[in-house]
């Protein structure tokens, strides 16, 4: 302990005692490495051996690198990662020399180690002892607690993405520089120890055993993982011969059946896909308590929340079912795509988490093609379309100036836009040229690392299209264009601008995409718009006029199937045309969600009027598919929330008129599961009558509290199945108050009594869904007691209210400081400051958050705090516009009437 407290400042220690003046030469020379984004290269790890002892009482651990290192260029230093570990600076040698001088830069988390002389070229081995604490942070080498036999235990546990090894030993802590790692660990004999190779060998002395690992092949820091602690585990084989294991906590092995299944079958598949064999021996995907994200890929152990890798018939909802197996297939194609083959530097991130995303819609339509997965990946595109029409986005490759920065970027442009283009490249290309690219660049740089040009490359070899130039404009660029479409006589005019939601527009260029269809999709048009205008000639020349004022006859769409990331703005006739196609049933899904998403946002931009979107929201009155519900859903939200700024007196009737959308299908599936129904029936139901609560229906609110009720009685009844839970929750916050809190209370009894996750989730998420202010206090500032993981509290801030928004923003500034020091992982704060900041919709709101955070970011966060103000800002132009709107109001009583 003592020297992790004399390591928490900058110091610069000199071992030997050189002159005062040869001190000061040599510090400067060592700070010559500080403030750099990247390490030099000049020397390069080959090979760690690392023996690590974590004491899961006293949470802390020693441990002892001997790492070889090949010097390529002449240097006196050593220049690696370390951070909040206590070197002993006695012990450090290279080729059997001590450093004269060791530096520790807190700030940069380097550690440079300066010798008398120049080092010798070649490999050398150089050793050191360290010390650190397993923290509560959930990052480096941390602890997790669980309950064994009623008692609480703590378990080791490893979360090295992004910049984390270093808090677990000293290395060169950067994708690029991949090495072989042998590990040995020494821990309780009694508990079970994982890391990424199997075991080779294990010694049990009495209370320690001592367990090593097999030397992995060349990897990345980030992948490295250890997992301590009591566990059962059930096994299967690839069809390679490969073990695959799902280890759970004792007793609940059962549930890990599913995700097991899922992870087999991505194996097989992947490795057919890629035509690359799974690199490792084993795989093992184990569930952590405590855990900052969802999942993390380390190489050949895969550690999860529990809610993404158990599931169990009886308690779990179908939602999660489709969480489970979309996790494991991202995670499982990270083992080609980011493990075998690794981004050169965290620009190119996107190369990770884009294609593991894309590729787990691709496994699991393949795995459950009745799931109709890839309409629910539109979802993806929707959060990508939307976060990529701010200012404040950022281009899918970014620069890092600071590994500070790299945790921001792992957000939806990465994940979505990053999957989203894929797509749009892969319906440019044709599936099978697209697959037997990937598989040709799996092959070239496996075991090494690649940027965002290497892909192009082999794409363009393969295809013999000009990939690099049409893709450069999709990831060096940040935002899309809306494609403006125009009748004009026979012929249609089309011309791009970017698309931003603030209602100005920038006149960006990409190299476009297009697909247009014209009254079915048999007669389709396919090409790249490569300039701001083009001209279609003579597409509506077989169409007499007759023809064309006959409504549902005659339509034009644009990005067919919603391949392309771009968005469409007709002109009023094909506006209507397209408003007629798609209430006559003539599109598909994902034509309908595209035209609905479209139209949502253009209103937003003040592109189009919110009466024009009412009326397409009632040409969807019909709908029933999960997924087109899900976005209307979504849409009738956001409007409903809007609407209260901005027409306080029109806002009743718009719910209104939101219910009776909703309603028919909400009634047609009813409160009760039933045994022949489809999946996708069993989502959407939760997804309606959540949908119903929200917009205050009076109907759905009582006879979820009346479900509730049976249920607190018996918890076994059928009447509130896994998947309806949520919307009763919701129905009995509607009514609490703190003058009728028995509701309230009767939900925290299920919480504290519940050993289910997914119920407690359950729970956290509809705490703060109440209008009532000492309720929303209360449950605000129940995410501080340890009855709440650090890693759920988001779910309580997430459900605040508009209603209770003031409460939480006022609770948000005086618990700042406490905030900041709880949830130290800037994920969790940017999704803090997230949820609070977007409830409000006015300037002068803007004004006073942006002011209380002037002095109070971090750059972790900085991003999403500046791109929830903007969405503010957003808000309150899209209020003004509303307000303007001279024929809303007649819209919505003549819509009214209509339904
Ligand atoms: N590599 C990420 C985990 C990660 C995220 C590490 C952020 C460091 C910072 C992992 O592959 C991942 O993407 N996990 C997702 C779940 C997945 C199903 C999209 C997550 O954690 O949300
Ligand atoms: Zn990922």
């Known amino acids: ?29 060592a700070a010559e490495f500080r403030g750099q984004a990247r390490l030099p290269r000049f020397a390069a790890p080959r090979r760690y051996e690392l023996r690590l002892r974590p004491d899961l009482a006293a949470c802390v651990f020693s441990g002892e690198a001997s790492v070889a290192v090949d010097v390529s260029a002449p240097t006196r230093f050593l220049v690696l990662n370390a951070a909040d570990l206590a070197v002993d600076r006695a012990s450090i040698r290279f080729q059997g020399l001590a450093p004269a001088e ?7 988390e380097i550690l440079v180690l300066e010798f008398a002389g120049e080092l010798p070229l070649g490999e050398g081995v150089l050793a050191m002892r360290f010390n650190g604490t397993l923290n509560d942070q959930m990052r480096g080498f941390y602890r997790s607690k669980y309950e064994y036999k009623g ?9 090295f993405e992004s910049v984390d090894a270093r808090r677990c030993f000293p290395c060169w802590d950067e994708p690029s520089f991949k090495a072989k790692f042998k590990l040995t660990l020494e821990v309780p004999s009694e508990l079970v120890a994982l890391s990424n190779m199997p075991i080779v060998n294990e010694k049990i002395a009495g209370p320690i055993k001592t367990v090593e690992y097999e030397e992995s092949p060349v990897m990345s820091t980030y992948l490295v993982a250890i997992v301590v602690g009591l566990f059962d585990y059930i096994e299967g084989v690839t069809s390679e011969g490969n073990k695959v294991r799902v280890y759970t906590q004792v007793g609940k092995s059962n549930q890990g059946k599913f995700a097991l299944d899922v992870g087999v079958k991505s194996l097989n598949l992947y490795k057919e896909f890629f035509d690359t064999p799974y690199p490792l021996p084993k795989l093992d995907m184990v569930a952590i308590p405590d855990f900052t994200n ?28 489709q969480n489970v197996a979309i996790t494991v297939a991202h995670e499982l194609a990270h083992q080609w795509f980011g493990n075998l083959v690794t981004m050169e530097w965290w620009t190119h991130l996107w190369l990770n988490e884009g294609f593991a995303t894309w590729m787990s819609y691709l496994a699991v339509d393949s795995f459950f093609p009745e799931w109709n997965i890839w309409t629910q990946f539109l979802d993806s595109t929707t959060s990508a379309l939307k976060l990529d029409s701010l200012a404040e986005s950022h281009p899918i490759e970014v620069e890092i100036h600071h590994a500070s920065e790299i945790d921001s970027i792992f957000d939806s442009i990465s994940y979505d836009k990053g999957a989203s283009v894929i797509r749009m490249l892969q319906s440019y290309l044709g599936a099978e040229r697209f697959q037997k690219a990937l598989a040709s660049y799996i092959k070239k740089y496996a075991y090494s690392n690649a940027k965002t040009e290497d892909l192009w490359a082999v794409l363009e070899e393969v295809s013999g299209e000009p990939v690099k130039n049409l893709m450069t404009t999709w990831t060096k660029k940040q935002g899309y264009p809306v494609i403006g479409v125009k009748l004009k006589g026979h012929d249609v005019e089309l011309e791009q601008d970017q698309f931003l939601l603030d209602g100005s527009s920038d006149s960006g260029m990409w190299i476009v995409p297009i697909t247009l269809g014209c009254n079915s999709h048999d007669m389709q048009k396919r090409f790249l718009l490569k300039h701001k205008f083009s001209d279609i000639k003579g597409i509506n020349s077989q169409y007499d006029d007759q023809d064309r004022q006959n409504s549902g006859n005659f339509w034009i769409k644009l990005n067919i199937d919603e391949t392309g990331f771009y968005r469409v703005k007709y002109d009023d006739e094909l506006t209507t ?122 109907k759905t609110i009582s006879e979820g509290v009346r479900r509730f009720q049976i249920f607190f009685d018996d918890r076994n009844t059928s009447l509130l199945p896994p998947d309806t839970r949520k919307a009763a929750y919701l129905s009995v916050m509607h009514n609490v108050s703190s003058t009728n809190r028995s509701g309230y209370d009767a939900l925290l009894k299920i919480y504290r009594e519940s050993t289910e996750v997914e119920e407690r989730l359950n729970v956290l998420g509809i705490l703060s869904s109440c209008q009532d202010k000492d309720i929303v206090l209360e449950s605000l ?10 890693q759920d509290a988001y779910l309580v801030l997430r459900s605040v209210i508009i209603d209770a928004r003031e409460t939480a923003w006022s609770w948000l500034k005086e618990n700042w400081d406490r905030i900041m020091k709880t949830f130290a992982a800037s994920a969790i704060l940017s999704d803090y400051v997230k949820s609070i900041v977007t409830l409000f919709t006015s300037k002068e709101k803007e004004a006073e958050i942006s002011q209380f955070f002037a002095t109070r970011t971090k750059p972790g966060f900085k991003r999403a705090l500046k791109q929830s103000l903007e969405n503010v800002r957003i808000s309150a132009r899209w209020v003004d516009g ?10 919505v009583h003549d819509l009214l009437i209509k339904l």
């Open 1 to 29: 302990m003592h020297m992790i407290q004399e390591l928490s400042h900058n110091s610069t220690v000199a071992l030997k005692c050189p002159t005062a003046e040869a001190e000061a030469v040599m510090a400067a020379a």
């Open 102 to 108: 060791v530096s520790v830069f807190e700030e940069d």
């Open 151 to 159: 008692e609480t235990k703590n378990m080791a546990v490893t979360q």
């Open 294 to 321: 969802g999942a993390m890929e380390n190489y050949g152990l895969v550690t999860y929340r529990e809610i993404y890798l158990l599931f169990d018939e009886q308690s779990s909802s179908a939602s999660t079912k």
């Open 577 to 698: 045309a397209l408003r007629n196609a798609l209430q006559m049933k003539k599109l598909s899904l994902m034509d309908k969600i595209g035209i609905v998403e479209d139209a949502h946002a253009l209103s937003i931009a003040g592109k189009q009027t919110l009466s024009s979107l009412l009326h397409l929201l009632y040409a969807c009155r019909d709908e029933d598919d999960f997924s087109v519900l899900s976005h209307i859903n979504s849409v009738t939200s956001s409007v409903a929330k809007i609407s209260i700024d901005a027409t306080p007196e029109l806002a009743g009737e718009i719910k209104q008129l939101f219910i009776k959308l909703l309603l028919p299908t909400a009634e047609k599936l009813g409160w009760d599961h039933k045994n022949s129904e489809s999946h996708l029936d069993a989502m959407l139901r939760p997804v309606l009558l959540v949908g119903l609560v929200h917009l205050g229906h009076d």
């Open 781 to 790: 500032n129940f995410i501080f007691t340890d009855e709440v993981r650090n």
């Open 882 to 891: 509303i307000r303007g709107e001279a024929e809303l109001a007649q819209t």
